[in-house]
């Protein structure tokens, strides 16, 4: 059974530019959640949906942006990158709100 | 907003020697995880507390949650190099909302 994937696994933008990240959780798992793991720290929650409705949000600015699909796929979209949007994107999923996430390899995001 | 803090930042252990990683949360919390991530990897879930006082063995690891559920341990018996890696707690307010990560703990093992 596959795991999280997400997409691409690695990515160089340029200040002012936007990205979209990509989520496909675990078949049968109605939740998923966005992380920004910035380098020696936790990871920080940014979104979390389930049943493709916004659960939860972070503190990150409103150029953060995510959606879920009805195939329960998610993207994560960041305008405006600005240097400091350099981290680890982790996006994790669970079958439901009340057990642990399984969280996908995550997406290494570069802004120069 | 809520807070969880972890400590130590980082543990340098012999092979064979113990491991404990201690998590305090500003705020009493519905559930506690732990988690394990490895060098350049992403983080893989260990555990889920919910009760209060809980006690939780999986071989060599024994995770506590505190009676007041704004603590948890993580204690690593005879530690292997298998066991290198960064700890993370994570909190749960209500239940089936986010987590919120501690700093995590780095641990090393020198064989």
């Known amino acids: 059974d596959a795991g999280v994937t997400q997409s691409p696994t690695h990515l160089i933008k340029t200040r002012g530019q936007h990205v979209t990240l990509r989520c496909s959780p675990i078949s049968g798992h109605k939740s998923v959640s966005w992380y920004q793991q910035v380098l020696g720290q936790g990871p920080q929650f940014i979104f979390q949906?389930?049943?493709?409705?916004?659960?939860g949000r972070g503190n990150f600015p409103d150029r953060f942006s995510a959606r879920q699909f009805p195939n329960y796929s998610s993207e994560l979209n960041v305008n405006a990158l600005l240097l400091g949007d350099s981290a680890l994107y982790l996006c994790?999923?669970?079958?439901?709100?009340?057990?642990?996430?399984?969280f996908g390899s995550g997406t290494r995001l570069t802004v120069v | 907003g809520q807070q969880v803090m972890q400590i130590p930042q980082y543990q340098h252990v012999q092979e064979g020697e113990d491991f404990t990683t201690y998590c305090n949360s500003s705020t009493t919390l519905s559930n506690i995880q732990w988690y394990k991530q490895r060098p350049g990897g992403h983080p893989v879930f260990l555990i889920q507390l919910v009760k209060s006082g809980e006690v939780k063995k999986q071989k060599r690891l024994t995770f506590q949650f505190g009676e007041a559920k704004k603590n948890s341990s993580l204690h690593i018996t005879a530690t292997q190099t298998t066991d290198v890696g960064t700890y993370f707690c994570?909190?749960?307010?209500?239940?089936?909302?986010?987590?919120?990560f501690g700093e995590g703990t780095q641990l090393t093992v020198n064989p």
């Open positions: 994570a909190g749960v307010v209500t239940s089936g909302s986010r987590l919120t």
């Open positions: 949906y389930y049943e493709k409705e916004e659960r």
């Open positions: 994790a999923s669970s079958q439901d709100l009340n057990y642990g996430f399984t």
